[in-house]
Structure formats: C-alpha cells, structure tokens
C-alpha cells in the first residue's frame, strides 16, 4: 500500500477513534466524582448508582437511535451528533443546578457515549483494508483506554488543585467549580475533547460501503481508491454490490437463515464483555480499593495505575488481532479474566489486607481485559453483520453491551453492600464463564478475511446446515 494511502487511512481512523476518547474519558470521568456527588446530595446506594448509571440509561438510548440513523443518514453525520451530545454534557454538568439537572446532563452525555461507541468501530471497520481492519478498529478500543487514563490523570490533578493554594482565594462560581464542588471542573473538562472531535469530523469522507448502498457508487469508488490500489477498490465495489444483491428485507434478516448465529454471537458476547466486572472497576475502584484499606487519594492514585495497564496492554491487541486472530486473543483474555476475579474474591473473603496484592490481582484483569475483550469485542462486532443492514445490526448487539453496562452501573453499590466486595467478584466470575464456551466452540476466525468474504462466510456455513 502506497505511503500516501495508508497515512490517509490511518489519519480516518484516528479522528474517528476520537469517538473512543470520549467515549472512555466520559465514562471513567465520573469514578473520581462519585464521593463528592454523594456526599454533596446525600445519595444512598441506590440513588449513587442512578447517578453512574443515568449515563448508561442515555448509553442505550443513544445506541437505539444511532443504527437507524447511521443507516438513514450515513456514518459521518451521526459521529458529529454524538460530538455535540457530548459537549452539551459537559457544559450542562459543570453549570448544573441540582441533582436532577445533573442527571439529565449525564444522560445527554450517555446518548454521545451510545451513537460514538456503534458508529465509531463501524465506519473505521467500513473504510478499511482487510488486513489491517483488526488493528484499526483495535484503535477505538485503544483511544478508549488513553480516554479512561486522561479522565484519572484530570481527577487526581484537579483534586490536588482544589486543594492547593492557587484558587484558595477565588469567589463565586470559580471557587464553587474549582473547589468547593470540584466534581463540576472533573465532569467539565471532557469539552475540550469533543470540539475538537467536531472540527476535525468536518473533513472525513463518508463510509464508501453507505455510500454505495444509497446508489452513490462514483463518490464510493473515489473513496476507496484514495484508501486501495484501483484494482482493489474496483474488486471491492463490485464485492460490494454483488453481496447487496442477494440482501433483501430489513433488520429481520439478521435473525433468520445465514445471519441468524452472527447476530446471536455479537448480542451474548457483547452483553458478556461488561457484566466481567470492568464497569465495576472503572466507575467504582476507589471505593473498592477504599474498602480494601487504602485512602481515597491513594485510591484515584491507583486508578491511574489501574488506566495505564488498560492502554500499554491494549497496545498488544493492536500489535497482534491481525496477526494472532481474534479467537486466540479472546481466549486467553477470558482465562486471565476469570482466575482473576476468582482470586480478588478469595482475597476479599479470607480479609487479607494486603492492598497491594489486591491492586496486582486486579491490574492482571484489566491487562487480560485490555488485550482480549476490549479491542476484540469491537472489531467482531464492526465485521459480523451483512452491509445492508451492518449499522442497524451493530445497534442491537451494542444495544445488548450497554444493557449490561447500566446493570453493572446500577447494582455495583448494592452488590458490594449486599453480598460483599468478595460476592461480588464471584458474582462477575460465574457469568462470565458462559463467553470461554463461546470463544472456544462457536466464534470463527476473520482476520485476514474483508467484510464481504466474511458476509459470504455465514452463507456458506447455512447451506451446510
């Protein structure tokens, strides 16, 4: 591939992982606010978890309208939706007058969150060449992971800067944003980020697959010869039509006949990725390691550690999806994930207070998480589904993911108050053991393979059957 091409795809994926970004700094953002929030408005565990999970609520609603968007009115547009979702967040949540306020905020953020985390993976998946699909969607992931480190890095910096001298004598709403409530700056901060999303969304081409979809085939073509060689991009084109040939129906296709299994692989897996436990760590490590025996500073300390091993790690699936394949990694991934959660349980339950044993243990989940489940989930589930239909299909299993993301959100403060921090960890155990049966027995092997073969794929397996 010529040096011109591949900084040009490159340079596509890396403003749409963008996406991403957000994506992980909106999402972790909150675990260093959590605290203050409480204490500020008096919430109970149950109201604490409506605060997280009011974001994932606005996650599964952005999710519902992003598939049929995406594949009304294309890729691009629907990015640049969820760019502006995500600055009227934060806007919204550093100036918020109460708790309500606040939680609408944090619902317009989580609409960002839902439409960026489908529309994202799928059109970096959408512009890419076959053999490097793995690792360019694994950038989303990655861009996920620098989000999430950011967000810790900003949390412990601002809470530090609340507390030193430089706005000690500040009035009015600086000192009120800056100190006395510095929740407000931490959820603020992911402003920055989604303007710049925004500007540079404004000179990415749109998917050359939606394109041809919508009849557009000499706007594709001049696309896909900027991203291949022509004799690629003419092969892909005609791939393309001759595959949308046989597509007939709606969304219903995916739940009959060839891409039935594809749709029911991408629902459970997506769903199994994030009742592991991650969400629990990512919005609740603190007080998790505050009840394990170390002091809050200490504690968002940690979770920098904690986001640092989520990006280095996510760096070998980046260096290895498209060598090693998908099934390998997964697999892996979910061993570690599961003897993991198995020992942080035992530690909890036997009260070992060693707290640095419990951080190593769960820093060697968030490292198997970071190169199997993370990157993985999103590359299969932006090459799995046949193109008519792709942004609809990646909708429902991502619908499926933040089912599971606002379940954990929601119950984590009540799981560790009911059945303790070692129940819980056993809890997160059990139900993740069904995705090993699945990475081993019924997921196959895309690397290598483009979208069209993979779509292909399915076909042939059913007429096997």
């Known amino acids: 591939m010529a040096s011109s091409k591949k900084n040009y795809i ?4 890396i403003i749409a992982s963008l996406g991403g970004f957000l994506f992980g700094y909106d999402t972790a953002v909150i675990s260093g606010t959590i605290n203050f ?18 974001a994932l609520v606005g996650c599964i609603s952005g999710v519902a309208m992003a598939g049929v968007l995406s594949d009304k009115y294309g890729r691009k547009k629907v990015l640049i939706l969820s760019a502006l979702f995500f ?28 439409v960026a985390s489908m529309v994202s993976p799928l059109y970096i998946s959408e ?104 004799e690629e991009a003419q092969k892909e084109m005609n791939d393309i039509k001759s595959n949308l040939a046989r597509e007939s129906g709606g969304l219903s296709i995916v739940f009959k006949g060839s891409f039935r299994l594809p749709m029911l692989i991408g629902i459970s897996l997506a769903f199994l990725t994030q009742i592991s436990g991650i969400n629990a760590i990512i919005y609740y490590g603190p007080g998790i390691l505050e009840k394990a025996g170390l002091p809050i500073a ?78 993985v989930i999103w590359v299969l589930l932006s090459e799995i589904f046949p193109a008519k239909i792709r942004g ?7 619908f499926s993911l933040w089912i599971g993301t606002a379940l954990v959100g929601q119950l984590t403060p009540l799981l560790l108050e009911k059945l303790s921090p070692a129940g819980t960890f056993w809890l ?11 990475s081993i027995k019924i997921i196959p092997e895309t690397k290598g393979k483009s979208l069209e073969e993979i779509e292909n794929y399915w076909i042939t397996v059913n007429e096997k059957k």
């Not at 997160?428 to 699945?438: H, K, N, R, S, W």
């Open 10 to 13: 490159n340079t596509l994926a």
């Open 37 to 54: 929030v409480s204490t500020q408005f008096h919430l109970d565990a149950i109201s604490t978890g409506w605060y997280v999970s009011s």
């Open 87 to 114: 600055g009227v967040s934060a806007i919204g949540c550093t100036f918020a007058i109460g708790f309500n306020d606040l939680v609408l905020y944090r619902f317009i953020g989580g609409l960002g969150i839902g």
């Open 127 to 230: 512009l890419s060449p076959a053999h490097k699909r793995g690792r360019l969607v694994a950038l989303y992931q990655f861009a996920i992971t620098i989000g999430i480190l950011c967000s810790y890095f900003s949390n412990a910096y601002l809470l530090k800067l609340s507390q030193s001298e430089t706005f000690a004598q500040s009035t009015g709403n600086v000192y009120q944003i800056m100190v006395s409530e510095v929740w407000r700056i931490m959820l603020g901060t992911s402003a920055i980020p989604a303007i710049l999303f925004l500007l540079l969304l404004q000179i990415v081409p749109e998917s050359p697959r939606w394109l041809t979809i919508q009849n557009r085939e000499t706007e594709a073509l001049t696309i896909l010869h900027k991203i291949v060689d022509d």
């Open 298 to 375: 200490d504690a968002l300390g940690s979770q920098v550690i904690i986001g640092l091993v989520n990006v280095l790690f996510t760096l070998i699936a980046i260096w290895k999806i498209d060598q090693l394949g998908r099934r390998p990694l997964l697999i892996a991934g979910v061993i570690g994930i599961l003897s993991s959660l198995i020992i942080v349980g035992g530690l909890f339950y036997f009260n070992i207070n060693n707290t640095y044993l419990l951080l190593t243990f769960i820093l060697f989940f968030i490292a198997c998480f970071a190169f199997s489940y993370g990157p």
């Open 392 to 398: 609809q299909a990646m909708a429902l299993a991502t």
């Open 428 to 438: 997160f155990a059990l139900v993740t053991t069904p995705a090993l049966y699945l």
